[in-house]
Every structure is written in C-alpha cells, then in structure tokens.
C-alpha cells in the first residue's frame, strides 16, 4: 500500500514539474519574441512624463493589490492547503513569475532599468513584482520545511514516551503500545483491521471489538493504531466514562473532541469547524430529564424530519458531509469503556454514531464485554423478562456492523508469555534450582483475563522480594493466584487455618461450600495443603513426620510458617542507612579483624555491589580512617579470592577500593610498603593500572615486581583461574624484562600438559576453525607465543615436527593426539617460512610499485628471527638474499630522498 502511494507520488510530482518546465520554456520564448519586436514601438518621448507616471500608478496599483490579495489568501488557507504548490493558480504564478526574472536577467543583457521606454518600464515593473512572488514562495516553502522539523521531533518524542511505558505495562496494567511488545500475536490480526480501515469508502462505518474485561481491546486497538497507513487515517479516541454525571452534554463533547482531532490534519478545512461548533450547539439543546433518567432522543428525531423547523439542523448535518467528504483522510474514532456505562448511557453512545454522528469517511470502533452489555441494556428495555437476553442482541447488531470477537489467545504463546514473565522475576530474585512449570500451567487453567495476569505478576512482584527468605516460593505462588482469581477462596483460608493444617475430623460450613469455582481449586489447595484433600470427600495418606518436612521446606501448610504468608516485611534486599551508619561508626572504633567480619557479613547478606556503592556515597564520613578501609577491602579481597563463585563482589571491592586510592594519593600521601606486604598481586595489579598514569607509584610497583618474583615459581595457569591467570600473565612484561620472564616460564613447562596449558593463553580467545583458514592470524599468534619461550623448547619443536602443516594435517593431528593448541603452535611454526617470505616479497613488490622505502611489521621481523634462529639453512639463505634486496632498495630509496632534500 505504501509503495503504491509512493509511485503515485513520484508520477504526479514528474507531471508537475514536466509541465512547469514546458510552461518556463514557452513562456521565455514569448518574452523574448515580444522584447525584440516591441522594443521601440513606442518612443521614449512619445508621452509625457506625467502621464507616463499616471501610466504606471494605475498598472502598478492592481499588481499590489493582486499581490496582496493572494498572500492573504495564501496564509488563511495555510491549514487547507497540503503543500505549497496546491492549485494551479500557484504553478501559473510561480512559472510566470520565475520566467520574468530570469528573461529579464539573462536575455537581451547587459540590463538597464528605467530608460524612459513605456514598455522597457513595465517590464522593469513586472519583474519588481515577480522578484517579491519568488520571494513569497521561498517563505513559504521554508516555513513548511521547518514545520516538518518540528512534526518529527514530536513524532520522535512521542516514541520515546511509548518506550518508557513498557516497563509500565507489565507493573501498571497499561496496554501495549506496539508489535514488539505483543506476545501475544494479535499483531496480523490487528493488521488485517487497519488495512479494511483505507477500503471503507466515504461512507460511515462501526465496527465492535468485542471481549471480556481485560482481555485485551485496547492493547488490540493500539496495534490497530501502529499497523495503520498514517498517510491516509487519522484516530481519535473518545472514553465516555470519563465524564461521569455529566454525560447528559456528552454529545457536544463528543463533537467538541471529534473537532479538536481532525483539526490536526493537513488539509482540514476551517468551515469543517464552523459547522460542527454550530451543530453541536444546536443538539446541546435537546432536553434531558433529570439525573439517573433516561434521554429523549424523540425531539432529537423530530428535529431531522422535513417541515418540522428542523430544516437548519438537516441543511447543517448535510454541510458537515458534504465537507468531510473532501477531508484528506479516513477518520477513526475509538470508543472504548462502554461496558462501563449504564444501559441509558449506552443506547446514547449507540444512537451517537449512528444517528447523530454518522459522518462519511468516519469509522467508529466501540470496543465492549457484549455479555455485560446485553445485561446492561436488559435495564432499559427488560430483555431479561422474557427468560433470555436475545433481543438486547439484537439491539446491539442494529448499530454494530461489523461485530469483531477477539480472538482467544495462543495456548503456546499464552504459555509462553506466562513462562517468561515469571522467569524473569524468579531471575531477578536469585532464585535458583527451581521448576514453575506447575504454576504456569495453572494460571492458564484457571483462564484469568490478561489484566488479571497482570494483577498475578504484580503482585508476585511485590511479594516475592520481602518473602523469599521466609516461605516457600512455590506455596506462595500458589497462594497469589487464589488471591487474584479467588479473593473469596484467598480470606476463607486466612480466617480458617485449622480447617487447611490440620488432620481433625470437622463439617464443612455453608460458607466454604458456597464458594465460587470451589471444584476448580482442588487441585492447586490438594497441593499447598495436603489436608485439604478431605475437603473434596478424600482422605490424607502421608504420616505425621511430614510435618517436620513441611517446616523445613517452610511449607504454607505448616503451623510455624503459615502465618508469614499474609504478614507484611521491610525490603531484605537493601541495606537501610540506619545500618550502613551503625557499620561506618564501628569502623572508627573497632579493630580490623573484628570489622572484616561484620563486613564479609553485610555482603553476603546485602551484595557487596549494595553495600559498597552506598559506602562509596559516604565515605566522607570516614576520612580520617580511609586507610584502614583501603586494608579492610584489600583483606576481604583476598578472603574472596580464595573462595570461587565470587567474581560479582571482587569486582565491586576493587572498584571502591580504586576509589579510596585515587583519594589517598590526590592528597598527597602514599600507600605504605607494608600495606602491600603478602597483598593479592591481583588486587594490587588493578589498583596500580588504574592510577599509574597520574601518580608516582614506585612503592607499590616495586611491591608488584616482589609479587611476581614469588608467585612466578609456580604456573599461573594451575594457581588462578583462567581469567585471572590471563590478565596476572599480560601485565607480566611491564615489571619484569624478556629474558627474566622466559627463565620462570622454561620452569612451568615440563610436560606436553604443560605446554597445551602455556598456549592455552594464546589460543583460547580465538575460534580455532578461523584461526585455521587465516594465516595472518596464525601466524600472529604464533609469534606472539614464541616471545616468551626457551630457545630448548623453540629448537625442540622446528626440529622434530614438520606435520601439520594444512588444515587437513591439523585436523588429524587433533584427533590423534587431543591437544589443540600445540597443533595450532605446529600449524604455524610449519607455515611460518612460506607466509613470512611470501609478505617480505609482497609488501617489497608494493614498495617498488609506489617507490616508498619498505617497512616490516613488528611481527614479520620477529617471525624473520624465528626463521634466522631456528630454521633450516635453505629457509635462512632465502630470507637473507630477500632482506639484503630491499635493503639495497631501502639504501637507494634513502639516497633519492636525500638528492631531492639537498635541490
């Protein structure tokens, strides 16, 4: 639809501008003829100068007028007219215009004004005036252009609020706002509507979106909205709810607010608002009886028939057609909230649109529960009495069209959107090990509305976080969903605990039985309750130890715990300031050790990120002990470390940590030495690369190199983890030098094991089938691993292994010996030879071809001393003849530079 509507833009426009080319061109050729031809027709001195300036008032005058005349129009028609070249009067203007101009500037030159000539004068005349149409229209058009600046940032702003409210949707009940938030898959049906909306004619329409409270009408109308040509519909909602006692003036609000909405349109016309402002005015005088009666619609009838003095209200509501007939786009009005009203209220709403308000172009869609609807209606007109609700049916379909029932959601996406719901607060509570499948298919059994699943996540939401700690989540899952489809069920099991915990003998009351759906509960209570099992005529088999059981598991069926599923808490997963102020006032007076404790405590039962960042917030308070927090951190670090699984709270004590250091040495004081005594070499490696740039850190780098000479006895691939090992092993190199570093690492490398676990920090970060089929990448890595290894365990391997040295090799080498990154390192010393030579060759080649000097990178030079250091003699000739060549290139290269230098 919309590439159709874009070709006939493109055809339209290349018809406008064909014709005012043709048009500029036929009109200069005339110019140009009548110049040559009249120009000394009439003589300068054949009038006088009098009269030749009674002459030129008299042409002059009309132009100004007509002048005048047409911006006037123009700026109180701006809101009619679509763009600025509407009627064919402005493409008339515009080309007559411009072909003046440019015949006078351009034709017949040089251009002399006013030479006494009458008719040279009023061309001059006539190009003065065309100069000011010109820039009339350069005005407006830029006027537009800046309209439309502004019409996008709106359109922009309104999508930003539409985000922001989809997090409102899950916590508020809000409708969805668009496709990405349906997860429901209404979105092709939703599509289907909009796109019958374009092929309604000029004719009025109504169509019903027709389901239960909160299942999903308005969520279904919003995506109605989005999958709808902007270009050719425009929507207005109107909520009669909303006007409470005073819907007797609803239908002059209505019409108020139908104004108020097409008005925003491009191509509105204003004797469009005349009309209605005098039709609304008209039909606000039609009587109503007192509050909670009905309205009388019969002298609102009367008033359309022929002859009755009603011929002004007929001849007005036949102006507003014929009018909104010529309105640019299909109008659709959303009704929504008419299942709230009472049955007067509705048979008002009803008669609305199809008597009152029943405009071509104009599509109403009354979004409604028709069961409530009917019994609503059964009020007004006692459809009920005759034992059944068939002709408050019918009733409806009179004004209803097209009835739309909407569609029952997917079981699987229905399945699905309950599944992620809850596994993302289950997630969000760090609630592990646990399977809700039960649950979900509960909640679907139950066949709750989407508004009240809404209400159910809301409320687990809620509840889960001050809870979780305290009852089984299960049970209280279970419980939520009583509470939402049952709140009956949910205060009968509150008020009768013995009746649902214990094993006596009893006789149900009248009240339990006269409990809604009781039977559709059986199942869920069964579950939470095993006792409740003699509720429905059975007999509980399991033993009184289960009893312990369920209190361990904090069952809901327990004594001890059934009670803290209707009781209230404080947030559990925050630390309130009254004891983050409590711990700041320990730290001033306690000892170290004792402070750790209470401190490891805090954030194993807060987070270390929750209790840190609010820390962070205060530490102004604890200035004058902030080194005795920096130790506390560095201390509880290392406790961590030692413990895996800890990753989360390492990092956030390390970024406090870094912050309390950056404060130290802005002051203009140092970390002592024994602080750093026995510290974490990865706490101290952190701390020092995120301040070396700015401060002297000679204490603690000096304390990194003594770390590194301890640690270093042993792999730091069998000592850290593999991320820690990693970056222990990067930053290496700056507090030691090479050939330091390679004595340690011939150490840790005795075995083949040994030796897959060194490369293992080489090769790990890359995809081994890519690393395979790009030889710049392996023999990048190659290299880089070489830098660090013995000359024994380098010569060993060029030595022995000449396989693999394809793909096919390394893949069979894989599966005979298993160890993945020797056969990457074989791989690449295999193929270190022919790639090396091969880039000498090329980047020489290069070089020659744009007489540039050649330059190696770093890792070519380094694979050369590879090949000069353990290659065979063949490989060392090649490379050295290659090398002694573009060094006599290099040579003369330099002596022509510095020819040209001394010219």
């Given at each position: 639809?919309?590439?159709?509507?874009?070709?006939?833009?493109?055809?339209?426009?290349?018809?406008?501008?064909?014709?005012?080319?043709?048009?500029?061109?036929?009109?200069?050729?005339?110019?140009?003829?009548?110049?040559?031809?009249?120009?000394?027709?009439?003589?300068?001195?054949?009038?006088?100068?009098?009269?030749?300036?009674?002459?030129?008032?008299?042409?002059?005058?009309?132009?100004?007028?007509?002048?005048?005349?047409?911006?006037?129009?123009?700026?109180?028609?701006?809101?009619?007219?679509?763009?600025?070249?509407?009627?064919?009067?402005?493409?008339?203007?515009?080309?007559?215009?411009?072909?003046?101009?440019?015949?006078?500037?351009?034709?017949?030159?040089?251009?002399?004004?006013?030479?006494?000539?009458?008719?040279?004068?009023?061309?001059?005349?006539?190009?003065?005036?065309?100069?000011?149409?010109?820039?009339?229209?350069?005005?407006?058009?830029?006027?537009?252009?800046?309209?439309?600046?502004?019409?996008?940032?709106?359109?922009?702003?309104?999508?930003?609020?539409?985000?922001?409210?989809?997090?409102?949707?899950?916590?508020?009940?809000?409708?969805?706002?668009?496709?990405?938030?349906?997860?429901?898959n209404r979105a092709s049906f939703a599509e289907k509507i909009a796109n019958s909306l374009v092929k309604s004619g000029e004719d009025s329409l109504t169509m019903g979106i027709l389901g239960n409270w909160g299942s999903g009408k308005s969520s279904v109308y919003n995506l109605i909205k989005e999958k709808s040509d902007k270009n050719h519909v425009i929507f207005i909602e109107f909520k009669p709810w909303y006007f409470g006692e005073n819907n007797h003036d609803i239908i002059r609000l209505y019409l108020l607010e139908f104004l108020e909405g097409i008005k925003k349109v491009e191509g509105y016309n204003p004797e469009i608002g005349k009309a209605i402002k005098k039709y609304a005015d008209i039909l606000s005088s039609v009587s109503l009886r007192g509050f909670g009666a009905t309205l009388s619609f019969k002298e609102l009838v009367d008033r359309f028939k022929p002859g009755q003095?009603?011929?002004?209200?007929?001849?007005?509501?036949?102006?507003?057609?014929?009018?909104?007939?010529?309105?640019?786009?299909?109008?659709?009005?959303?009704?929504?909230?008419?299942?709230?009203?009472?049955?007067?209220?509705?048979?008002?709403?009803?008669?609305?649109?199809?008597?009152?308000?029943?405009?071509?172009?104009?599509?109403?869609?009354?979004?409604?529960?028709?069961?409530?609807?009917?019994?609503?209606?059964?009020?007004?007109?006692?459809?009920?009495?005759?034992?059944?609700?068939?002709?408050?049916?019918?009733?409806?379909?009179?004004?209803?069209?097209?009835?739309?029932?909407?569609?029952?959601?997917?079981?699987?996406?229905?399945?699905?959107?309950?599944?992620?719901?809850?596994?993302?607060?289950?997630?969000?509570?760090?609630?592990?090990?646990?399977?809700?499948?039960?649950?979900?298919?509960?909640?679907?059994?139950?066949?709750?509305?989407?508004?009240?699943?809404?209400?159910?996540?809301?409320?687990?939401?809620?509840?889960?976080?001050?809870?979780?700690?305290?009852?089984?989540?299960?049970?209280?899952?279970?419980?939520?969903?009583?509470?939402?489809?049952?709140?009956?069920?949910?205060?009968?099991?509150?008020?009768?605990?013995?009746?649902?915990?214990?094993?006596?003998?009893?006789?149900?009351?009248?009240?339990?039985?006269?409990?809604?759906?009781?039977?559709?509960?059986?199942?869920?209570?069964?579950?939470?309750?095993?006792?409740?099992?003699?509720?429905?005529?059975?007999?509980?088999?399991?033993?009184?130890?289960?009893?312990?059981?369920?209190?361990?598991?904090?069952?809901?069926?327990?004594?001890?715990?059934?009670?803290?599923?209707?009781?209230?808490?404080?947030?559990?997963?925050?630390?309130?300031?009254?004891?983050?102020?409590?711990?700041?006032?320990?730290?001033?007076?306690?000892?170290?050790?004792?402070?750790?404790?209470?401190?490891?405590?805090?954030?194993?039962?807060?987070?270390?990120?929750?209790?840190?960042?609010?820390?962070?917030?205060?530490?102004?308070?604890?200035?004058?002990?902030?080194?005795?927090?920096?130790?506390?951190?560095?201390?509880?670090?290392?406790?961590?470390?030692?413990?895996?699984?800890?990753?989360?709270?390492?990092?956030?004590?390390?970024?406090?940590?870094?912050?309390?250091?950056?404060?130290?040495?802005?002051?203009?004081?140092?970390?002592?030495?024994?602080?750093?005594?026995?510290?974490?070499?990865?706490?101290?490696?952190?701390?020092?690369?995120?301040?070396?740039?700015?401060?002297?850190?000679?204490?603690?780098?000096?304390?990194?190199?003594?770390a590194y000479e301890k640690i270093s006895e042993v792999s730091y691939f069998k000592v850290f983890d593999e991320i820690d090992a990693k970056e222990v092993f990067s930053k290496w190199k700056d507090f030691s030098d090479q050939e330091g570093i390679k004595k340690k690492v011939k150490n840790w490398i005795d075995t083949k094991e040994d030796f897959e676990e060194f490369l293992n920090y080489y090769f790990s970060d890359i995809n081994s089938e890519k690393i395979v089929k790009d030889k710049e990448i392996l023999i990048h890595v190659f290299v880089a691993s070489t830098q660090y290894l013995s000359d024994k365990i380098l010569q060993e391997y060029f030595d022995q292994y000449h396989s693999p040295k394809t793909e096919v090799e390394w893949g069979q080498y894989i599966e005979k010996n298993g160890a993945g990154n020797i056969g990457l390192f074989l791989l690449g010393k295999n193929?270190?030879?022919?790639?090396?030579?091969?880039?000498?060759?090329?980047?020489?080649?290069?070089?020659?071809?744009?007489?540039?000097?050649?330059?190696?990178?770093?890792?070519?030079?380094?694979?050369?001393?590879?090949?000069?250091?353990?290659?065979?003699?063949?490989?060392?000739?090649?490379?050295?003849?290659?090398?002694?060549?573009?060094?006599?290139?290099?040579?003369?290269?330099?002596?022509?530079?510095?020819?040209?230098?001394?010219?």
């Amino acid at each position: 639809m919309e590439e159709e509507s874009n070709t006939k833009k493109i055809i339209k426009n290349s018809w406008r501008v064909s014709s005012v080319i043709l048009s500029f061109i036929c009109i200069n050729i005339f110019l140009t003829i009548l110049r040559n031809e009249m120009h000394d027709k009439i003589p300068s001195d054949y009038l006088s100068f009098w009269v030749k300036g009674v002459l030129y008032v008299l042409i002059t005058i009309p132009l100004i007028l007509f002048f005048v005349s047409y911006i006037i129009t123009s700026i109180s028609n701006a809101r009619i007219r679509r763009e600025t070249f509407f009627r064919l009067s402005d493409y008339i203007i515009f080309t007559v215009s411009l072909s003046i101009i440019i015949n006078y500037w351009f034709v017949n030159t040089p251009v002399s004004m006013w030479t006494g000539n009458v008719l040279s004068d009023l061309f001059d005349i006539s190009m003065v005036f065309s100069c000011c149409i010109i820039l009339y229209f350069t005005g407006e058009i830029l006027a537009r252009i800046q309209k439309s600046k502004q019409e996008k940032k709106e359109k922009i702003a309104k999508s930003l609020q539409k985000e922001n409210k989809i997090e409102a949707y899950y916590n508020s009940e809000y409708p969805i706002n668009d496709t990405e938030q349906d997860a429901l898959n209404r979105a092709s049906f939703a599509e289907k509507i909009a796109n019958s909306l374009v092929k309604s004619g000029e004719d009025s329409l109504t169509m019903g979106i027709l389901g239960n409270w909160g299942s999903g009408k308005s969520s279904v109308y919003n995506l109605i909205k989005e999958k709808s040509d902007k270009n050719h519909v425009i929507f207005i909602e109107f909520k009669p709810w909303y006007f409470g006692e005073n819907n007797h003036d609803i239908i002059r609000l209505y019409l108020l607010e139908f104004l108020e909405g097409i008005k925003k349109v491009e191509g509105y016309n204003p004797e469009i608002g005349k009309a209605i402002k005098k039709y609304a005015d008209i039909l606000s005088s039609v009587s109503l009886r007192g509050f909670g009666a009905t309205l009388s619609f019969k002298e609102l009838v009367d008033r359309f028939k022929p002859g009755q003095s009603t011929d002004s209200l007929s001849d007005l509501k036949k102006e507003i057609e014929m009018l909104l007939k010529d309105y640019p786009k299909r109008i659709v009005v959303y009704i929504d909230d008419i299942d709230r009203l009472e049955g007067s209220e509705i048979r008002m709403i009803f008669k609305l649109v199809r008597l009152v308000a029943d405009f071509p172009k104009v599509t109403y869609i009354l979004a409604l529960d028709e069961e409530v609807v009917q019994k609503s209606l059964s009020s007004v007109y006692q459809f009920e009495e005759k034992g059944n609700l068939e002709d408050a049916k019918k009733y409806i379909e009179k004004f209803i069209q097209i009835p739309i029932y909407l569609p029952k959601p997917d079981f699987i996406d229905l399945y699905n959107l309950c599944k992620k719901q809850l596994n993302n607060i289950i997630e969000e509570n760090n609630i592990l090990n646990e399977e809700y499948t039960e649950i979900i298919d509960s909640l679907i059994e139950q066949k709750l509305s989407l508004r009240d699943l809404s209400r159910y996540f809301n409320l687990v939401k809620f509840y889960l976080p001050f809870l979780k700690e305290e009852v089984n989540v299960k049970d209280l899952l279970y419980l939520i969903l009583i509470q939402v489809s049952s709140p009956e069920l949910y205060q009968y099991i509150y008020t009768n605990k013995l009746l649902f915990i214990n094993n006596y003998k009893f006789e149900l009351d009248d009240e339990f039985k006269a409990l809604p759906r009781l039977n559709e509960y059986q199942g869920i209570l069964c579950t939470i309750f095993p006792y409740a099992t003699r509720l429905f005529g059975g007999a509980f088999e399991g033993e009184m130890a289960n009893k312990k059981e369920w209190e361990k598991e904090k069952r809901v069926c327990s004594d001890k715990y059934f009670n803290h599923y209707f009781m209230y808490s404080s947030p559990r997963d925050a630390i309130s300031q009254n004891e983050l102020s409590n711990f700041i006032s320990l730290i001033k007076e306690k000892d170290l050790t004792e402070i750790q404790t209470i401190y490891l405590d805090l954030i194993k039962e807060y987070s270390a990120k929750e209790v840190n960042e609010k820390l962070e917030h205060r530490l102004s308070e604890v200035d004058e002990c902030i080194e005795k927090i920096f130790t506390l951190l560095l201390k509880s670090y290392q406790e961590l470390h030692n413990i895996s699984g800890n990753r989360n709270a390492k990092e956030s004590i390390i970024y406090l940590a870094q912050l309390i250091a950056k404060k130290i040495y802005s002051k203009g004081r140092e970390i002592p030495v024994e602080y750093w005594e026995n510290s974490n070499i990865l706490f101290m490696l952190k701390i020092y690369n995120y301040l070396h740039n700015n401060y002297n850190l000679k204490i603690l780098k000096l304390a990194i190199k003594n770390a590194y000479e301890k640690i270093s006895e042993v792999s730091y691939f069998k000592v850290f983890d593999e991320i820690d090992a990693k970056e222990v092993f990067s930053k290496w190199k700056d507090f030691s030098d090479q050939e330091g570093i390679k004595k340690k690492v011939k150490n840790w490398i005795d075995t083949k094991e040994d030796f897959e676990e060194f490369l293992n920090y080489y090769f790990s970060d890359i995809n081994s089938e890519k690393i395979v089929k790009d030889k710049e990448i392996l023999i990048h890595v190659f290299v880089a691993s070489t830098q660090y290894l013995s000359d024994k365990i380098l010569q060993e391997y060029f030595d022995q292994y000449h396989s693999p040295k394809t793909e096919v090799e390394w893949g069979q080498y894989i599966e005979k010996n298993g160890a993945g990154n020797i056969g990457l390192f074989l791989l690449g010393k295999n193929n270190l030879f022919e790639y090396i030579f091969s880039a000498i060759e090329g980047f020489h080649v290069s070089s020659m071809k744009n007489s540039y000097m050649v330059e190696l990178p770093k890792y070519i030079s380094m694979g050369v001393k590879l090949i000069k250091k353990f290659g065979n003699n063949e490989q060392i000739m090649k490379i050295e003849s290659l090398l002694v060549e573009i060094k006599e290139y290099n040579d003369f290269i330099k002596e022509q530079l510095d020819l040209q230098f001394e010219r």
